[in-house]
T-cell receptor, first 115, second 114 residues
Framework: DAGVIQSPRHEVTEMGQEVTLRCKPI?????LFWYRQTMMRGLELLIY????????DSGMPEDRFSAKMPNASFSTLKIQPSEPRDSAVYFC?????????????FGSGTRLTVV | AQSVTQLDSQVPVFEEAPVELRCNYS??????LFWYVQYPNQGLQLLLK??????LVKGINGFEAEFNKSQTSFHLRKPSVHISDTAEYFC????????????FGSGTQLTVLP
């Protein structure tokens, strides 16, 4: 099992540009989570999906952020337009519902820098 | 809703010394508790978890944690640390529901000094 795969590992973009982060969860996992990590705010849950359906997006900071999960093996987090304050490490994680209490498997993250 | 407090943001310790990283949680319902470790430029890796049963939980890399319900604590310990243990450690709690959504503490940076 290759684990949770995120791409790109690093992204540098100019303010105002659109940014798309990608995630491939572990095959068979039915929950997918997007987290953001910053020095100031720590780890924040942005949104999570169950069986490709968004369940809770209350952590999405504003309308510039959107997330989709078109199928069980792929999810995207999009920021449009990007701003310097969006600079952070974005993590994707997945879990299997029956084993949710075992915790999540995290990807290696995407480090986003908006200049 | 649940919350997690990690009382120390940074813990320096000399190699081969014991260490304790403190974690307290608050929740009105039964919870599951976790410790994750994050090495530089990497994702979070599960270190250990408490689900039920014995309050002393053993994890990877020689770490262990003790669940104390009366004190609502889940402190992480290691009797002798190595340089390679230098990392950030996160305590997390999950609540009811099949997703068991994780709420993380703010993290503790453990630095092992030679």
């Amino acid at each position: 099992d290759a684990g949770v795969i995120q791409s790109p590992r690093h992204e540098v973009t100019e303010m105002g540009q659109e940014v798309t982060l990608r995630c491939k969860p572990i095959s068979g996992h039915d929950y997918l989570f997007w987290y953001r990590q910053t020095m100031m705010r720590g780890l924040e849950l942005l949104i999570y999906f169950n069986n490709n359906v968004p369940i809770d997006d209350s952590g999405m900071p504003e309308d510039r952020f959107s997330a989709k999960m078109p199928n069980a093996s792929f999810s995207t987090l999009k920021i449009q337009p990007s701003e310097p304050r969006d600079s952070a490490v974005y993590f994707c994680a997945s879990s299997l519902s029956e084993q949710g209490h075992y915790g999540y498997t995290f990807g290696s993250g995407t480090r986003l820098t908006v200049v | 809703a649940q919350s997690v407090t990690q009382l120390d943001s940074q813990v320096p310790v000399f190699e081969e010394a014991p260490v304790e990283l403190r974690c307290n949680y608050s929740s009105s319902v039964s919870v599951y508790l976790f410790w994750y470790v994050q090495y530089p430029n990497q994702g979070l890796q599960l270190l250990l978890k408490y689900l039920s049963g014995s309050t002393l939980v053993k994890g990877i890399n020689g770490f262990e944690a003790e669940f104390n319900k009366s004190q609502t604590s889940f402190h992480l310990r290691k009797p002798s640390v190595h340089i390679s243990d230098t990392a950030e450690y996160f305590c997390a709690v999950s609540g009811p529901g099949s997703a068991r959504q994780l709420t993380f503490g703010s993290g503790t940076q453990l630095t092992v000094l030679p």
